[in-house]
């Protein structure tokens, strides 16, 4: 019974991360045709629809999961009820071990025995059988060796930043992102007045279109897992190898969030401080009118096209606790929440979503963006597996392309202590 909940919970999360990840891949991908004021095109189409078919797969396996796990913990319950309801009838009047409170207790019940009272003689008798105790360490043959629980590992494979910004599909090596460097120019008719300005010259300014290059980049790592591991590491479904496959698949998470947060961190807007002594804590209003300021510039570069985000690292999460404590003057989040604390959405500042990622340089207080200050591409390779038969081994790999992009970095804005 245990085995087959501990598999039964393992493919429950394993079907719920890939959920989120088909969820994530297909709300960037709208926010991205969104933010280019496009319809789908019909590779997109077809995307869609495969994550949508996907998604819908993995809602039926889950809820037989489910089902499942139900009914084994109902007849697992009911299990530990007859086993006790059968160690209590075995036991002795009401369950309990025989106990005398004292002497005088004692010798009644020897008095009643000699009087003929049965019941009087087999508490005696219990009291005073000489039981041989035994022990786990008598009878290690047949003690098993339990596994409880999943594999724990302290390995946190969100990327907040990537899954905000929706990763785009990368289906070449090198691609061309094509982007405005000079816009077309119109003013007034004329510069001598209403009087004047018939038959003169309108402005003229070309348009130019320059583009920008984007390189796949593989990310990937592999183990060589032996026949026997796989073979003798538990129940069946080669828990060794899930547990590998498991543990790249998170580094590769890890890898390409970082990836991510180093673009991101090569914005160049003019660095905006925040107001006051450089200390743990800043006033609220500092803090807003700093945020406030990063915000105009990332504005004055992308006119508002895209979401605006705000980033920072785990350790500077702290700088913004004046914002909800101890009153909250930011009613319109829900303030900080400790016991979700790591990577992902805490919290949300005037409306902006900070975005909380470990792949940030620690003191990262705040980088003001936008979804179209940096992009990322990405095609998941996943596994990959080879059988060595002269070593009885098998080679399992994980991988994928992922590319960041940096747009404009003087589109994004850091927010730093007063110095």
Not at 240 to 267: G, K
Request: proline residues 5%; aromatic residues 6%.
């Amino acid at each position: 019974m245990p085995a087959v909940s501990q598999a039964n919970d393992a493919m429950i999360r394993r079907l719920e991360k890939e959920l989120e990840e088909r969820n994530a891949f297909a709300q960037g991908l709208i926010a991205s045709v969104e933010d280019s004021n496009r319809d789908l095109n019909e590779t997109e189409k077809a995307q869609l629809l495969g994550v949508r078919d996907r998604m819908g797969s993995i809602q039926d396996q889950l809820t037989s999961l489910e089902a499942t796990a139900e009914i084994a913990a109902n007849v697992h319950a009911r299990a530990r009820q007859l086993d006790g309801a059968i160690s209590a009838a075995r036991a002795f009047g009401t369950g309990k071990a025989v106990e005398y409170r004292s002497a005088g207790g004692y010798l009644g019940d020897v008095w009643q025995m000699m009087s003929g009272n049965r019941e009087a003689g087999e508490r005696l008798e219990i009291f005073q059988r000489a039981a041989s105790h035994q022990k786990t360490t008598d009878t290690l043959g047949i003690v098993p060796d339990p596994i409880v629980g999943p594999v724990i590992s302290f390995i946190d494979a969100s990327r907040p930043i990537t899954s905000f910004i929706g990763p785009q599909p990368l289906t070449h090596g090198t691609w061309y992102r094509p982007k405005v460097t000079q816009h077309t120019s119109v003013g007034v008719q004329g510069s001598a007045g209403a009087a004047a300005d018939e038959k003169t010259e309108l402005l003229s300014q070309k348009m130019t279109i320059t583009r920008l290059t984007g390189t796949a980049k593989t990310y990937g790592g592999y183990v060589n897992v032996s026949r026997q591991d796989i073979d003798f590491s538990g129940a069946p479904g080669a828990p060794a190898m899930d547990a590998v496959i498991n543990d790249l698949a998170a580094n590769y998470a890890v890898q390409t969030e970082a990836a991510m947060a180093t673009a991101l961190l090569t914005v160049s807007g003019t660095p905006v401080e925040i107001a006051g002594v450089n200390t743990a804590a800043h006033s609220a209003a500092d803090l807003i009118t700093a945020l406030f300021s990063a915000l105009a510039t990332v504005y004055s570069v992308t006119k508002g096209v895209g979401r605006y985000y705000m980033a920072c690292s785990p350790d500077s999460v702290s700088k913004w606790a004046p914002l909800f404590a101890p009153v909250n003057v930011n009613p319109s989040a829900p303030g900080v929440n400790a016991p979700t604390f790591g990577n992902g959405m805490q919290l949300t500042v005037a409306g902006i979503p900070l975005l909380v990622s470990a792949g940030l340089t620690a003191g990262t207080i705040g980088v003001v963006a936008s979804t179209q200050t940096v992009e990322c591409f990405e095609q998941r390779i996943g596994t990959l597996s080879i059988t060595e038969p002269s070593v009885l081994g098998v080679q399992v790999a994980y991988a994928g392309y992922f590319t960041p992009l940096v747009v404009d970095a003087t589109a994004g804005v850091k927010i730093i202590d007063a110095t």
